[in-house]
């Protein structure tokens, strides 16, 4: 019977082609909006709409491009992406580590850009608490997947 359950993984199925999936080694940084329930559980829709999903439209790119200041990022030596979801805010980049264990650096990174995310969401009045991990990582447009993941959320969750 065990046999069976391991030729059936054998045989699961390809993912459709027009799913793409990105090996990265870098940075990855998680950010959680702290009293998000409360913040939808006391206001109106409204406000909702004109306020938190204004803020959550534009909040990651205005940290990735620094305000604004460089809309293509080509002031950095790596693109920092992002996405938003629900009360969940995700950077990444690629960074590549040199055989002597250091991270090149030409221009805002991650951790600049993350502390502008900060900085807007604190001027906004929305409270942020995130961790950024280092490593090898999966991404698509469905999901993430890798220790740096991981090590992000528990220590986002361990910052009280």
Known sequence: MQQDNLSFIAKTPEPPSTISREKISGFFALFDILGFKEI??????EYL?????NLLDT???EAVTIGGLDPDQVLSMGKTKSIVFSDTIILYEDARQMNDGTIPCIGPSIIPKSSILLRLAFEAGIPLRGAISYGDYLISEKYFLGQPIVEAYSA???CN
């Open 40 to 45: 939808l559980k006391n206001n109106d829709l």
């Open 49 to 53: 709409e004109n306020i938190i999903a």
């Open 59 to 61: 909040l990651d790119s």
């Open 156 to 158: 986002e969750r361990n």
